[in-house]
């Protein structure tokens, strides 16, 4: 009889019925093979597994005028997710693409929406204790966090507040910091944004994310909004060499507008720091937009004590640790640097399995700060350690007897840095804001101390001098062309300012041929006289400067009371004053 389930049936079963004309009806899928014997085989359904190829019995089946169906495939779940997956995608388009045709043609959604940070009150983190060795910057903006916080007494006197301050001085002074430390002390919001995130390539965007920021600015006035690297946005109009109004340009005319249209007595500050206060456009440096120009610049002795004082507290450290010496060996380091110089230490003392941060490590956090990463690893052949000898030896001796020079404290010969083969290690005893004429050419003859030792011992040079010779060079050619220290050209400037705050070259003016060729004489005559100086030094100390050398090659390091004995003994030339003075009145 015939069953609604069908029975499970071999596939060699399947096959023999096949042959012996058994079958009457086969339905053909991928994994499964159902078929039905005929009446007089009992008219019974089965359903099999093939194994291998069906094309064989398939054609034994049409031989036979059976008919074969291939079964529907049923799709598998993944295909199903998929088609599910595809069809929202496709809605979920349409959707955005309706809402960004309401939002208006060419601005996707959110675009013209403001970036900023916003740090509600006393939420920065940040207060005026964390801040240390600006103490000129912070007194300015106390009169903004009094203002914020005690704004009824200003406005009874029908003083105005200026609308915008802006913080000026090199990269890791804290500029940043301070103006966060300003919302902190103040109690206010604060809202923080970076100038570059202004700008995108859709003409308009920038425009509407100023618009976007200040209208938020007012809604929780009192609030200070932050701009920092304001130089991104605010460059001086004009710029452009094809003309027209581009999307930086058409940004900055809305910050203008909105720096312009604010009430001066409805609390909200803005601050913005930069590096380029020269790149400045005019208009926004004017009073009425920023009044007020805060200097955050390098601090001196005092001021990187208290800056290590409170990198400090959180640094275990060791009892022989001098912070003040510290201070007195880090001229021109910034608070970052100094941040990092403190974190440097604490990892050579874990480095070391130290429990505390001792002196040690301060003093080779300092090294690896100015020199670069001791590479022990990296082996000299004789002669090259002979001559990165004789080289060190002779800047140290020749900057031993100029006038105004930092004090010799460490000789190496271990490389260190990228191409440091040695170096020698010249630490200021005092803050310095000038340096006489005698001094810059004191300079000068250090700097080519190295190359008149290899000149005096070996008779010719290596590539060793290369960066001391650009440092030289630089240097004389400031003296003439910025310093006015030329007594055939005078006190004329002949270079354009370079950026006041960032490091960098700076641009010749446009000169006659017959200046530039004085130019470069007046260069070149200050140099030589340097390198015969330094000559003539290591010349007259030839017996020094063998016996210096022999133990430095001896001991890889000279530093302390042997250097300072060493160095003692260094005797200055009869002519050295009257070079120095180079013929001129000196300070």
Not at 21 to 27: D, E, F, G, Y
Not at 89 to 107: C, E, F, I, W
């Amino acid at each position: 009889m015939n069953t609604k389930t069908p029975l499970q049936s071999a596939y060699s079963t399947f096959v023999e019925q096949v042959n012996h004309a058994q079958v009457q009806r086969v339905s053909l899928g991928r994994d499964r093979i159902d078929y039905t014997l005929k009446p007089e085989f009992g008219h019974h359904r089965y359903t099999t597994r093939p194994v291998g190829s069906t094309d064989e019995v398939v054609s034994t089946l049409k031989r036979q005028g059976i008919s074969v169906t291939i079964a529907p495939e049923p799709l598998p779940p993944a295909s199903i997710a998929g088609l599910i997956i595809s069809s929202g995608l496709l809605v979920g388009s349409l959707a955005l693409a309706a809402k960004v045709s309401r939002a208006g043609a060419g601005t996707a959604v959110g675009m013209g929406k403001s970036k900023a940070r916003t740090y509600g009150k006393s939420k920065t983190g940040v207060t005026f204790a964390d801040v240390a060795g600006v103490d000129e910057a912070k007194q300015e903006l106390q009169e903004v966090v009094d203002f914020l916080a005690n704004g009824d007494k200003y406005r009874q006197l029908g003083a105005k507040l200026p609308k915008g301050v802006l913080l000026v001085g090199p990269p890791g002074t804290g500029k940043t910091l301070l103006a966060k430390a300003v919302a902190g002390e103040a109690g206010v919001p604060f809202l923080s944004m970076a100038g570059s995130e202004f700008v995108e390539m859709f003409v308009g965007v920038g425009a509407s994310r100023v618009r976007d920021l200040f209208s938020r600015a007012k809604k929780q006035a009192p609030c200070i909004v932050f701009i920092d690297e304001l130089d991104a946005v605010g460059k001086t109009r004009g710029g452009n060499p094809v003309g027209g109004n581009d999307e930086r340009e058409q940004t900055l005319n809305q910050l203008l507008t909105e720096m312009d249209g604010f009430d001066g007595t409805n609390g909200v500050i803005v601050i913005a720091a930069t590096n380029r206060p020269e790149t400045l456009d005019p208009a926004l440096r004017r009073p009425g937009r920023f009044d007020r120009q805060v200097l955050v610049d390098r601090p001196d002795k005092s001021g990187r004590l208290e800056i290590l004082q409170v990198h400090g507290r959180a640094v275990a450290l060791g009892e022989d640790v001098n912070l003040a010496e510290i201070a007195a060996q880090t001229a021109g380091f910034a608070g970052a640097d100094l941040a990092n110089l403190v974190n440097e230490a604490a990892l050579m003392a874990a480095r070391h399995n130290r429990q505390a941060v001792l002196m040690a490590d301060f003093m080779e956090a300092i090294e690896r700060v100015i020199a670069g990463l001791e590479k022990r690893s990296r082996v000299l052949t004789p002669v090259e350690r002979q001559t990165v000898a004789y080289h060190e030896v002779g800047h140290a001796l020749v900057g031993s007897l100029m006038p105004g020079s930092n004090r010799v404290t460490k000789i190496s010969i271990v490389p260190r840095g990228l191409g440091a083969l040695g170096y020698t290690l010249q630490m200021p005893e005092s803050d310095r804001f000038l340096m006489l004429e005698d001094e810059l050419r004191g300079q000068l003859a250090t700097l080519l101390g190295g190359r008149a030792a290899e000149e005096v011992v070996f008779g010719k040079v290596s590539t060793g001098a290369s960066d001391d010779i650009q440092k030289a060079t630089d240097l004389a050619e400031r003296a003439v062309t910025q310093y006015g220290m030329s007594a055939s050209l005078g006190p004329v400037a002949f270079a354009k300012a370079s950026a006041q705050f960032l490091d960098g070259g700076s641009d010749r003016r446009t000169t006659s041929p017959g200046v530039a060729t004085e130019i470069d004489r007046e260069v070149k005559q200050l140099l030589d006289d340097a390198r015969n100086l330094a000559l003539e030094i290591l010349r007259l100390n030839r017996g020094l400067l063998e016996s210096a050398t022999q133990t430095l090659l001896e001991t890889e390091v000279l530093d302390g009371e042997r250097l300072k004995t060493l160095l003692a003994q260094a005797q200055a030339p009869a002519e050295l004053q009257r070079w120095l003075a180079g013929g001129y009145c000196v300070a």
